[in-house]
């Protein structure tokens, strides 16, 4: 079995070295996933992945989605692509590190203009938001965890009630509310409504008035952290 030599590095120093198999693609898509999302920030947006045996580098830019490839060498050669997705880019790392830069000939195009790939302002940093969304999980999973334990029946009831005619509204970072019987008036939503009005009670969720212009059948619900982690399972 060869191994690839490769050197994990990001722009605030950070670095590992990782050897890679034949067969160790997952192992290797988890360890430089793992150093991505470990060290990635607002001011810290740059990543390296080196093969240290051919003297090539993937320069992962990820506040502009760009990608770029460098063979090293007496004459450094360096061109770039686009990506718009974090798997597009989790794709080239993997094809990168098992092969080199030959491995991303036909996943082009590529371009020695870099200028010519940036976005415009409303660009957002995929690996930065997928990282800040994990940890939003799991400080849910913590405060949930952290908080009395609720009724399992009454939140089973409440999550397919929400999943069968409501979803979240989300007013900002700080306000959030569950949507039930939505579009309903009072006579559509009928008996399930007063059902569900009991579960509600029976977890201690805390009802608020419906918005100007929402269905009067509406039930709108202030979130709660340990209610959230179970509809991780039902979105």
Known sequence: MSER??????????QRSFAMGDRDHLKFSKAFGDFIKKHVSEDNTT??????????TLIIETA????????????PEADYRRYERRTDG??????????GCEALDAHGPWTRDRESLLPDDTFENAELAWVEDLRRQEARRRESAAMPKLDRKA?????RAWADTGYTEYVSEQEAYYVLCDSRTLEEAGAARDELLHEIRTLGLQVVD??????????WVRTD???????????
């Open 155 to 159: 939140l089973q009831r409440f999550c």
């Open 90 to 99: 989790a794709d080239l790392q993997l094809r990168f590190a098992y092969r």
């Open 5 to 14: 030599q490769l050197v994990f590095r990001d722009a605030q120093g950070h």
């Open 64 to 75: 502009v989605g760009i990608v770029g490839r460098v063979r090293g060498g007496a004459e």
């Open 47 to 56: 990543f390296r992945l080196e093969r240290t045996l051919t003297d090539e």
């Open 210 to 219: 419906t918005p100007a212009g929402a269905a009067g059948g509406e039930v």
């Open 225 to 235: 952290p340990r209610v959230d982690v179970e509809l991780e399972k039902w979105g």
